[in-house]
T-cell receptor, first 113, second 115 residues
Framework: TQLLEQSPQFLSIQEGENLTVYCNSS?????LQWYRQEPGEGPVLLVT?????EVKKLKRLTFQFGDARKDSSLHITAAQPGDTGLYLC?????????????FGKGTKLSVKP | DTEVTQTPKHLVMGMTNKKSLKCEQH?????MYWYKQKAKKPPELMFV???????INESVPSRFSPECPNSSLLNLHLHALQPEDSALYLC??????????????FGSGTQLSVL
């Protein structure tokens, strides 16, 4: 069974601080996606990483896919209250697991003004 | 139109009721999904429809019955649910199920409470 472990589970920081969220697995994924979810809403896709070692930037957010395609990180620079939400990583496996996204448990981020 | 629309947004039902959740997308996506999300937990896959045919059923109890009337619509029929079935039910769609790098577009969900 493929599992994705996210850390930390909860993060409360002040506006302007930097933070990193980690997503780790012992399994290899063909791609990995990051979503942000607000209470009572569905997850919204932020980015998809496909190539080992890939780095993608989305404004103040930097996403990295590990060389071995087993882990990923999300780094937020100068966090703002609008960044508050649940951040979920989700991996797509190979073969029979293809097309079935496996979600991590999420990191609940709170950015205080 | 890049939206996945779910109705109703909230639903309260008794254990003997029959209700249906509806999901609609007009992006021409050929794969549609039902996920269940309990509070403070990640979404868990329930069903996948690919080209209007059920391709994945993740051992979901028969009190949940999915239906895909056409490529734009996905329903989830509910009957004789239990209180532990209370959750946020999310619909999602993607261009295709096969292959890598498929992007899922989620609806806002239906918050279901079973009394």
């Amino acid at each position: 069974t493929q599992l994705l472990e996210q850390s930390p589970q909860f993060l409360s920081i002040q506006e302007g601080e930097n933070l990193t969220v980690y997503c780790n697995s012992s399994s290899v994924f063909s791609s990995l996606q990051w979503y942000r979810q607000e209470p009572g809403e569905g997850p919204v896709l932020l980015v998809t990483v496909v190539t080992g070692g890939e780095v993608k930037k989305l404004k103040r957010l930097t996403f990295q896919f590990g060389d071995a395609r087993k882990d990923s990180s999300l780094h937020i620079t100068a966090a703002q209250p609008g960044d508050t939400g649940l951040y979920l990583c989700a991996g797509e496996g190979y073969g029979g697991s293809q097309g079935n996204l496996i979600f991590g448990k999420g990191t609940k981020l709170s950015v205080k003004p | 139109d890049t939206e996945v629309t779910q109705t109703p947004k909230h639903l309260v039902m008794g254990m003997t009721n029959k209700k249906s959740l509806k999901c609609e997308q007009h992006m021409g996506h050929r794969a549609m999904y039902w996920y269940k999300q309990k509070a403070k937990k990640p979404p868990e896959l329930m069903f996948v429809y690919s080209y209007e045919k059920l391709s994945i059923n993740e051992s979901v109890p028969s009190r949940f019955s999915p239906e895909c009337p056409n490529s734009s619509l996905l329903n989830l029929h509910l009957h004789a649910l239990q209180p532990e079935d209370s959750a946020l039910y999310l619909c999602a769609s993607s261009q295709d199920r096969a292959g890598t790098n498929e992007k899922l577009f989620f609806g806002s969900g239906t918050q279901l409470s079973v009394l």
